[in-house]
T-cell receptor, first 113, second 115 residues
Framework: AQSVTQLDSHVSVSEGTPVLLRCNYS??????LFWYVQHPNKGLQLLLK??????LVKGINGFEAEFKKSETSFHLTKPSAHMSDAAEYFCVVGNFGNEKLTFGTGTRLTIIP | DVKVTQSSRYLVKRTGEKVFLECVQDMDHENMFWYRQDPGLGLRLIYFSYDVKMKEKGDIPEGYSVSREKKERFSLILESASTNQTSMYLC??????????????FGPGTRLLVL
């Protein structure tokens, strides 16, 4: 079984300050973990994917995430927020051999000018 | 780049109508998925298909059916639309390769309103 919990439904940060979006996961096997972003009225776009090659994963648009097995966490960070980062972010877990992915309920990121 | 297209961005239908949502991918992916997205609930899997004419139920299949006659096309059918099926519908595809969970690529979504 697999599940994912996004700890904040809404995060607000000022432009130029760091972003932290929190995600905890549960998986019976060695998981793959993803972060997707969805801008208003758009589909989901892959930000980054963890597949056990390296615990710190770099994605697009300056985002990165760190896999911490001991904490079962996969938090998404960015050093400096930009207005264009305002969107909804989904943490996702999957396992090899299972075609299905399990999505978190999403975190809405608001950027304050 | 993978391209997943959906037949409509917005649809308005009446209760009881039969509704077809179509999805096409251009990357020869084996797997295709239909999700619905509702505020506070994230994405919930309705059906997926891992090959032509093959389908499996997801978490919320009731009131929906699907069709996959060609590899690139996956249709979602609402046999008799109801107001509780008002939602955003997202299609995705993935390639059946590698030894990790497979990245899914999403279409732009169809926002369906049932009156």
């Amino acid at each position: 079984a697999q599940s994912v919990t996004q700890l904040d439904s809404h995060v607000s940060v000022s432009e130029g300050t760091p972003v932290l979006l929190r995600c905890n996961y549960s998986s019976s096997y060695s998981p793959s973990l993803f972060w997707y972003v969805q801008h208003p009225n758009k589909g989901l776009q892959l930000l980054l994917k963890y597949t056990s090659a390296a615990t710190l994963v770099k994605g697009i648009n300056g985002f990165e995430a760190e896999f911490k097995k001991s904490e079962t966490s996969f938090h998404l960070t960015k050093p400096s927020a930009h207005m264009s980062d305002a969107a909804e972010y989904f943490c996702v877990v999957g396992n090899f051999g299972n075609e299905k992915l399990t999505f978190g309920t999403g975190t809405r990121l608001t950027i304050i000018p | 780049d993978v391209k997943v297209t959906q037949s409509s961005r917005y649809l308005v239908k009446r209760t009881g109508e039969k509704v077809f949502l179509e999805c096409v991918q251009d990357m020869d992916h084996e797997n295709m998925f239909w999700y619905r997205q509702d505020p506070g609930l994230g994405l919930r899997l309705i059906y997926f298909s891992y090959d032509v004419k093959m389908k499996e139920k997801g978490d919320i299949p009731e009131g929906y059916s699907v069709s996959r006659e060609k590899k690139e096309r996956f249709s979602l059918i609402l046999e008799s639309a109801s107001t509780n099926q008002t939602s955003m519908y997202l299609c995705a595809s993935s390639l059946d390769t590698g030894n990790t969970a497979k990245t899914q690529y999403f279409g732009p979504g169809t926002r369906l309103l049932v009156l």
